[in-house]
């Protein structure tokens, strides 16, 4: 076997966080340059880095020198993933770009006390207000660290067609509709939802759903502050998700299923019809369209519907999960920055954003642009929701929200109980 | 001690004393030249495994996010949070069933195939060739393969169910009491092919002769095989063991793309538990102290292995060479 790959993993950790700490005085350089006529630049990552998307950023940052003359915009497109690994090494690091892709939650708050991201409360007070409640996700302590320009809620994905082909004709509404549902296309010997259990959050997100319907939203916001879990509509969630997994509605081998990549993974299988619907947030259908042959996804034949009600929860079956990304300014970033996190968030920017159906605009005036009706529809459902639950692992942040996933992982495993999630992240939290 | 080291001692001191200063120059001259070798090689050494090690020591020992300063100690509580925890115990039984079976079933097999390929026969290069392709397939390509292979109602099933066998069918990589043994098929598939070639290479320093010499006597080609060829295979077998044992011990890249460690964690293996359980969750404190664990399991059984069946080739190996040059 291979000697050598395993000595790099021994000394994996160790090597990243020593580059850590052998550069971490290295920054600081960018904001000796913000004097106004001095020349300025900006450095600025993103994760749109094919077709009509980049070419739209890239436009957007030659009309933003034009109109701040000095200042250079230095754009990098990268693929997601690769964005994300090099962000991490670049908080590490202290070196990260000066506007950047935040996604909220706990992963802000251990920037932020790292004092890494910029507090832009006040120097970019109207356009905070002009976005109104969805910049929640990105607050601590009462102060605003990013403008979200993209937020999505999570629902069901459906194939149209398989739900017309074994006679369902109303999209459940209900966790009865939904186990209604499931029975009939059984009988159809059609396998009803794919679930990506093998990447862990996709099936996270239903525990995260459970808990949403079970829980008040204060005991919601409560825990994401506190870290307390003791009201038993946590256990409840679990009891609820266990129902579920007893019904057997998932794919085949489904503990080992990735959620996006390749035909076999849960969006190959709703893409290619070989499954009815799953769970998923609102970037599925783009997903789904580089899943299949000829780009189309599911076509026309793509549904959704929201999160069912359960019987007897304390939360509004209105509230979504979902989750969104927004735009920061590395804290030693210059001020002008700020202004350019200002001008993504401007009424023109985020209607051209949602033309091309980049995401789901953030600004209420600009909702009206989005194109896909499927998207609409989601839209609809977020804008009528009383409160959007951020995902947990990122509310929680990566500590806990990993152990918290493990531990529902293990429910659809059949290896945890619903008291085994509350106490994964009970421990975890103690821990952190 | 074995006794080739201390002649050459006496060799060395004898041959230094009586020459004096001309010899001292000229160690001297080679000492540079060493140093001026091997420096650049022991400086990235130094650069890349011991500092890096070293520092996974100092960070185990801390609370650490891998953002900000180092500041919250916590002592040895990373090194006794992980020894307790079910599945990093876990993935140290997956690791020693994977060196126990990877050693069980691939000697065997190794063994024969090499001896088969010893033999002349029409083909033979093509199928040494054949052999050892699966070794040389970069890990992830052949690991993103099987993957699509094992799907449920995939391309294994759809084979088994034309040969008639659809009732050995399983969830190959889903089905948490299977996992462990369809990733153990392909490490199997993976690595036998090192095996057979190394075991091919220490059949070509055995001697003709005593072949030759025990058929004369009347030995069957299996009793020669077993009496002789294998014995003197000894210090191949042994050596592949221990590359074996180490990989498996720190078994990565397969398990990795084939289950990450999953379905609910029944293939976790110590270094997918830590990547998943540290570095995914950006607690590198604790990722530190289980790399450092790691490596701590993995030296002592090198150490183990060594001083128990390794050295003994040492003592054997050398007069055999010197005879074989003469």
Same mark, same amino acid.
């Given at each position: 076997m291979k000697r050598t790959a395993a000595l790099r993993a021994v000394a994996l950790g160790a090597a990243v966080a020593m580059i850590a700490t052998a550069c971490s005085s290295g920054s600081g350089s960018d904001d000796a340059t913000e004097g106004a006529g001095e020349s300025t630049t900006l450095t600025w990552w993103h994760n749109s880095n094919t077709g009509a998307g980049k070419d739209y950023y890239d436009q957007l940052a030659d009309e933003f020198e034009g109109d701040h003359p000095? #200042?250079?915009?230095e754009v990098s497109a990268l693929a997601?993933?690769?964005m994300l690994t090099k962000l991490d090494a670049a908080f590490q690091t202290g070196d990260q770009p000066d506007v950047f892709m935040e996604r909220g939650g706990g992963e802000l708050k251990a920037h932020v006390e790292a004092g890494l991201v910029k507090d832009i409360s006040d120097s970019a007070a109207d356009t905070i207000s002009a976005i109104g409640g969805s910049v929640a996700g990105w607050q601590a302590e009462g102060q605003t660290y990013a403008l979200p320009f993209s937020l999505g809620v999570v629902g069901f994905w459906y194939n149209k067609q398989i739900f017309a082909d074994a006679g369902i004709t109303e999209a459940p509404t209900t966790m009865d509709d939904l186990y209604a549902a499931i029975d009939t296309l059984k009988a159809a010997g059609i396998e009803p939802i794919s679930v990506g259990a093998g990447d862990k959050w996709p099936a996270a997100h239903y525990w995260y759903y459970f808990a949403l319907r079970q829980c008040s939203q204060e005991v919601l916001t409560d825990a994401v502050q506190t870290l307390d879990f003791s009201d038993d509509c946590? =256990?409840?969630?679990?009891? @609820? %998700?266990?129902? %579920? =997994?007893?019904?057997e509605p998932f794919n085949t081998g489904f503990l080992?299923? #990735?959620?996006?990549?390749?035909?076999? @993974?849960? @969006?190959?299988l709703l893409a290619t019809g070989k499954v009815a619907m799953e769970l998923a947030g609102h970037w599925e259908p783009g997903v789904m369209q580089g899943l299949t042959d000829d780009g189309q996804g599911l076509g026309e034949n793509t549904g959704w519907f929201a999160f069912p009600e359960v019987a007897g929860g304390e939360g509004d079956p209105k509230a979504q999960l979902g989750g969104g990304d927004a735009w920061a300014c590395s804290n030693d970033a210059p001020d002008v920055c700020v202004d350019f996190l200002e001008f993504m968030l401007s009424n023109d920017v985020q209607k051209g954003f949602a033309e091309l159906d980049m995401g789901l605009p953030t600004l209420p005036s600009a909702t009206a642009f989005v194109s896909a009706p499927e998207l609409a529809q989601l839209l609809? =459902?977020?804008?009528?929701?009383?409160?959007?639950? %951020?995902?947990?692992?990122?509310?929680?942040?990566?500590?806990?929200g990993g152990a918290m996933n493990d531990a529902i992982a293990n429910v659809f495993g059949g290896v945890g109980s619903a008291q085994d999630v509350v106490d994964a992240t009970v421990a975890a939290a103690e821990s952190a | 001690m074995n006794p080739g080291a201390t002649d050459q001692a006496t060799a060395w001191s004898v041959a230094s004393g009586p020459r004096g200063r001309g010899a001292s120059s000229n160690q001297w001259r080679k000492r540079l030249e060493i140093t001026f070798f091997v420096a650049p090689a022991l400086l990235l050494f130094a650069i890349f495994v011991i500092v890096p090690v070293l520092q996974a020591g100092r960070y185990s020992v801390f609370n650490w996010n891998g953002l900000g300063p180092l500041d919250n100690f916590v002592g040895l509580q990373n090194y006794v949070q992980a020894l307790g925890d079910e599945i990093f115990q876990r993935a140290v039984r997956n690791n020693l069933t994977i060196a126990f079976f990877s050693i069980a079933i691939q000697l065997p097999i190794g063994i024969m195939v090499a001896l088969l390929l010893n033999r002349k026969f029409r083909g033979q290069t093509a199928m040494r060739v054949i052999v050892f392709v699966p070794y040389v397939l970069a890990e992830v390509v052949a690991g993103v393969v099987w993957v699509l292979i094992l799907q449920p109602n995939g391309p294994l099933d759809a084979v088994l169910d034309t040969l008639g066998l659809g009732f050995i069918g399983q969830v190959w990589l889903g089905d948490p009491s299977v996992a462990l043994w369809t990733v153990m098929g392909v490490l199997t598939w993976k690595y036998s092919? /090192?095996?057979?070639? /190394?075991? /091919?290479?220490?059949?070509?320093?055995?001697?003709?002769? /005593?072949?030759?010499?025990?058929?004369?006597d009347g030995a069957t080609w299996w009793q020669v095989q077993r009496k002789i060829t294998i014995p003197l295979l000894g210090p191949t077998i042994r050596t592949w063991i221990f590359l074996s044992l180490i990989g498996?011990?720190?078994l990565f890249d397969m398990v990795w793309i084939l289950t990450k460690g999953g379905p609910v964690n029944a293939t976790v293996t110590m270094a997918t538990y830590l990547i998943n359980q540290g570095t995914d969750r950006q607690q590198y404190g604790y990722a530190s102290a289980v790399a450092i664990l790691l490596f701590c399991i993995s030296f002592i059984l090198a150490i183990l292995y060594q001083t128990l069946f390794l050295n003994r080739d040492a003592g054997v190996d050398k007069p055999r060479r010197k005879k074989v040059t003469r």
């Open positions: 000095g #200042v250079t915009v997601h993933e690769d946590w =256990v409840r969630a679990g009891t @609820s %998700l266990e129902e %579920l =997994v007893a019904k080992a299923t #990735v959620a996006q990549t390749g035909p076999a @993974s849960a @969006s190959g609809a =459902v977020r804008n009528e929701a009383p409160y959007i639950q %951020l995902y947990f692992d990122t509310a929680f942040g990566e500590s806990i | 092919g /090192l095996a057979i070639v /190394l075991l /091919l290479a220490g059949l070509q320093g055995v001697p003709e002769e /005593l072949h030759e010499a025990a058929s004369i498996s011990l720190q």
